[in-house]
């Protein structure tokens, strides 16, 4: 009984997320930490810019410049050097696709 009851709600607690990303509409784990300062969805919030819907190309390029240090930033410079290709990959192709 006790057995069955936590099965129950272990499948309970894992059924939501496959189904969000199946949909397309929840964050990869990857890009979850960018959301606490761009806004939900990565829509900007405040003085922090707005990156969902823009250009994946384009996306790319800004999170290469932080990490190699050629864009000038307060934050996102120390940010992105945590990052490697297939993340910065992801997180791009993510938020080019985020409404
Ligand atoms: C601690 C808050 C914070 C977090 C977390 C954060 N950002 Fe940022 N982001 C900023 C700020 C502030 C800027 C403006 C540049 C600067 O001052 O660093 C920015 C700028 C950017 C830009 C450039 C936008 C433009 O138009 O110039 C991109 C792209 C970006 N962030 C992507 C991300 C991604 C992807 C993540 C997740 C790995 C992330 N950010 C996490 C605060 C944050």
């Known amino acids: 009984m006790q057995r ?3 099965r129950t709600i272990l ?5 939501p997320a496959p189904a969000a ?3 397309g509409s929840a964050a990869p ?12 969805a990565g829509r900007g919030a405040g ?3 707005a990156i969902a819907g823009r ?10 410049a932080f990490r190699s240090g050629g864009r000038p ?18 997180m791009a192709e993510h938020f080019a696709g985020a409404r």
């Open 55 to 64: 250009d994946a190309g384009e996306l790319r390029a800004l999170l290469h």
């Open 4 to 6: 069955h009851l936590s």
């Open 47 to 49: 003085a922090v810019p």
């Open 21 to 23: 990303f199946a949909a």
């Open 73 to 90: 930033a307060t934050i996102m410079d120390r940010i992105m050097r945590g990052y490697g290709e297939a993340e910065i990959a992801t």
């Open 29 to 40: 784990p990857v890009a979850q930490g960018c959301l606490g300062c761009h806004g939900p």
């Open 11 to 15: 499948l309970l607690m894992l059924a």
